[in-house]
């Protein structure tokens, strides 16, 4: 496809003029008909804005009723446009990616829940995106503003998740990454007894969503945990379905821990991550008889597996945990399920992260062009290359994966292995080699 990647379609904030968003809406129609009705919603960057306004032009140009709720996490939209009665949501966000970008996720109705778009959707999409056709747009008038509504029943649903959860003697550090989360963290936290200590939630349309924040940049949070003497602390992307923490002396405690954690507490016998999976867990998994289904990255992919196996939990090492009965990651829910383990076991974080021992890992990111990301999947000469790589890590009990990013224009090379030096060198070494071939 064209414009849909990993996680829907992303790109510079710019291409998302008025005819292509006029597309979106109508490549929709001609997916689902014109009696649909769309939940629109988006994370704080200061493009999402106007980005809502001229989605709501094109909905009144189809004839098509929808709703706004403004700023609202990820997973708050998907939860609560099947509630509302949508058939889809459209989610304004780029995720991780710095202010200047934007994207469009899709959600349509499941059996029982919101899912991400299928292939049909997208598809649909992508043939009104490549057409000629000209629209002329209607201006759209003052709809109800449906956020505090959402917000509520967003809430309601963690709440009742959560069930008796009394988090009173934890001191936690959250960082909100000046995204979606902003606007519900800090009471939700504190619904629950907890102690939030509160970074970077400016819940206004801005520039600085993810700038050195958030769960991109863990700096700022172990700053905090360590200066205040924190018991632990949570990090949000952008959009917030994604969570990453650091334990009381700073350390990351990333997805991988987490599902180790989660698998543990839950006591699961099946599990499904992606090939991004630290070797340390895959190696947990293996030895307590877990199975792990293995998909490509995205947490779409993740939850596709859960659907067609039956799986209850899953996630990716870099923060996106689907949790049971939970159809996309829910980086507040997930901390507020973690924070209730460690409440409940009186453990701290740093002793439940040892239950897997993590290999060394090392990602080493290569700048490439799309026409470059082409070349390398279809090349004979990239495939004897990474043949030859994946033998020499093989000798040295060690596992490669290279592919190029769905979200950014880049090469993803990520080494395993037991000595951290010598992937790296390795690393390095398949770097510059890939770079001469493309």
């Given at each position: 496809?064209?414009?849909?990647?990993?996680?829907?379609?992303?790109?510079?904030s710019?291409?998302?003029?008025?005819?292509?968003?006029?597309?979106?809406?109508?490549?929709?129609?001609?997916y689902?008909?014109?009696?649909?009705?769309?939940?629109?919603?988006?994370d704080?960057r200061?493009?999402?804005?106007?980005?809502?306004?001229?989605?709501?032009s094109?909905?009144?140009?189809?004839?098509?009723?929808?709703?706004?709720?403004?700023?609202?996490?990820?997973?708050?939209?998907?939860?609560?446009?099947?509630?509302?009665?949508?058939?889809?949501?459209?989610?304004?966000?780029a995720?991780?990616?710095?202010?200047?970008?934007?994207?469009?996720?899709?959600?349509?109705?499941?059996?029982?829940?919101?899912?991400?778009?299928?292939?049909?959707?997208?598809?649909?999409?992508?043939?009104?995106?490549?057409?000629?056709?000209?629209?002329?747009?209607?201006?759209?008038?003052?709809?109800?503003?449906?956020?505090?509504?959402?917000?509520?029943?967003?809430?309601?649903?963690?709440?009742?998740?959560?069930?008796?959860?009394?988090l009173?003697n934890?001191?936690?550090?959250?960082?909100?990454?000046?995204?979606?989360?902003?606007?519900?963290?800090?009471?939700?936290?504190?619904?629950?007894?907890?102690?939030?200590?509160?970074?970077?939630?400016?819940?206004?349309?801005?520039?600085?969503?993810?700038?050195?924040?958030?769960?991109?940049?863990?700096?700022?949070?172990?700053?905090?945990?360590?200066?205040?003497?924190l018991?632990?602390?949570?990090?949000?992307?952008?959009?917030?379905?994604?969570?990453?923490?650091?334990?009381?002396?700073?350390?990351?405690?990333?997805?991988?821990?987490?599902?180790?954690?989660?698998?543990?507490?839950?006591?699961?016998?099946?599990?499904?991550?992606?090939?991004?999976?630290?070797?340390?867990?895959?190696?947990?998994?293996?030895?307590?008889?877990?199975?792990?289904?293995?998909?490509a990255?995205?947490?779409?992919?993740?939850?596709?597996?859960?659907?067609?196996?039956?799986?209850?939990?899953g996630?990716?090492?870099?923060?996106?945990?689907?949790?049971?009965?939970?159809?996309?990651g829910?980086?507040?829910?997930?901390?507020?399920?973690?924070?209730?383990?460690?409440?409940?076991?009186t453990?701290?974080?740093?002793?439940?992260?040892?239950?897997?021992?993590?290999?060394?890992?090392?990602?080493?990111?290569?700048?490439?062009?799309?026409?470059q990301k082409?070349?390398?999947?279809?090349?004979?000469l990239?495939?004897?290359l990474?043949?030859?790589?994946?033998?020499?890590?093989?000798?040295?009990?060690?596992?490669?994966?290279?592919?190029?990013?769905?979200?950014?224009?880049?090469?993803?090379?990520?080494?395993?292995?037991?000595?951290?030096?010598?992937?790296?060198?390795?690393?390095?070494?398949?770097?510059?080699?890939?770079?001469?071939?493309?």
């Open positions: 496809m064209k414009y849909f990647g990993t996680d829907g379609i992303r790109q510079e710019t291409k998302f003029t008025t005819d292509f968003l006029t597309k979106i809406i109508k490549g929709l129609i001609d689902a008909g014109d009696e649909i009705k769309i939940l629109l919603g988006g704080t200061e493009s999402t804005e106007w980005i809502l306004a001229d989605l709501e094109a909905c009144e140009t189809f004839g098509i009723e929808y709703g706004n709720v403004g700023v609202l996490p990820t997973p708050a939209i998907n939860y609560c446009f099947y509630q509302m009665g949508f058939d889809f949501a459209i989610d304004i966000t995720s991780h990616n710095p202010y200047q970008d934007n994207g469009i996720k899709i959600f349509e109705r499941g059996s029982s829940s919101g899912q991400k778009l299928c292939s049909k959707g997208r598809e649909a999409i992508e043939l009104a995106l490549a057409s000629t056709e000209e629209y002329h747009l209607t201006s759209s008038t003052l709809r109800e503003n449906l956020h505090n509504e959402a917000l509520g029943i967003y809430e309601e649903h963690i709440i009742n998740y959560l069930g008796n959860t009394d009173a934890l001191n936690i550090g959250i960082d909100c990454a000046n995204g979606a989360n902003s606007v519900i963290a800090k009471q939700i936290f504190k619904y629950f007894g907890a102690h939030p200590h509160i970074i970077n939630a400016d819940t206004s349309y801005n520039t600085k969503i993810n700038a050195n924040c958030g769960s991109t940049h863990l700096e700022s949070l172990q700053n905090l945990v360590t200066e205040e003497h018991d632990f602390g949570v990090a949000f992307d952008g959009d917030g379905d994604r969570c990453l923490m650091v334990d009381n002396s700073g350390k990351i405690i990333d997805g991988d821990h987490i599902l180790a954690i989660l698998t543990s507490h839950l006591n699961l016998d099946k599990i499904a991550t992606t090939v991004m999976a630290n070797q340390g867990l895959l190696n947990w998994l293996k030895d307590n008889q877990i199975e792990a289904e293995i998909t990255v995205g947490d779409h992919n993740v939850a596709e597996a859960m659907r067609e196996h039956n799986i209850r939990l996630g990716e090492q870099s923060g996106h945990i689907i949790l049971p009965e939970e159809t996309t829910d980086g507040v829910l997930t901390a507020l399920m973690i924070s209730k383990i460690i409440a409940e076991s453990e701290s974080l740093n002793n439940l992260a040892k239950i897997i021992t993590k290999f060394p890992q090392v990602i080493v990111n290569m700048p490439a062009t799309q026409k082409q070349t390398f999947k279809e090349k004979d990239v495939k004897e990474l043949l030859d790589y994946n033998s020499k890590l093989t000798a040295v009990e060690g596992r490669l994966l290279v592919r190029p990013s769905g979200t950014e224009p880049l090469i993803r090379i990520t080494m395993w292995g037991k000595n951290e030096d010598t992937i790296s060198q390795l690393a390095n070494e398949l770097k510059n080699k890939l770079g001469e071939i493309l």
